[in-house]
């Protein structure tokens, strides 16, 4: 026993599963991040864009049209919630797949689990900001820069995490080539 306590979602069926939900979850937050451009005759929503300036973040929210602010904040925010749910899920599970048969539970390489976990809180907080501002129908300056912080560590961390995955993938896929 090396120590870990695995079950359903730590095994390689669970990461099959997460995987098959992550994707899903991801073809539908893109589906209606499209519905979402197309309401507001194609501004883009400020989720997607990498380290918005406050100036784009309160020009894209402020001039967004009634129904296209109502789709953002109540269907795209409640798709983009269940999103983060599913790739915080898929890539803690898989990160820790892949270290538990080489390192002990207590080594500190098992700490990068959580860097998929730091930016999906970054993501709510990015989306709980959004909300906000779309409830008010403002894009104060304030909440704006915290809007961009909070994006600017999302990215980093759930693409950190996104390599992880890939690289680990690649290494036991060429561990198991060589063997």
Not at 21 to 32: A, E, H
Request: glycine fraction near 8%; proline fraction near 3%.
């Amino acid at each position: 026993m090396n120590g870990y306590k695995n079950g359903f979602m730590h095994s390689f069926k669970g990461i099959m599963v997460q995987l098959a939900i992550f994707l899903g979850m991801m073809w539908l937050m893109r589906y209606t991040a499209g519905v979402v451009s197309k309401l507001n005759f194609s501004q883009g929503i400020v989720d997607l864009v990498f380290a918005p300036s406050p100036q784009y973040t309160a020009a894209v929210l402020t001039s967004m049209e009634e129904s296209a602010a109502k789709f953002y904040r109540w269907v795209f925010l409640t798709v983009d919630f269940v999103y983060v749910l599913a790739y915080c899920t898929f890539y803690r599970c898989s990160i820790r797949y892949m270290l538990q048969k080489d390192y002990a539970p207590t080594h500190i390489i098992n700490r990068l689990t959580m860097l998929p976990v730091i930016g999906g809180i970054a993501d709510l907080t990015e989306n709980t900001l959004i909300f906000i501002m779309l409830g008010t129908g403002a894009a104060p300056t304030a909440l704006c820069v915290m809007l961009m912080i909070a994006n600017i560590i999302k990215f980093l961390f759930v693409y950190s995490s996104l390599m992880i995955v890939l690289g680990g993938t690649i290494w036991k896929i060429r561990g198991l080539l060589s063997s």
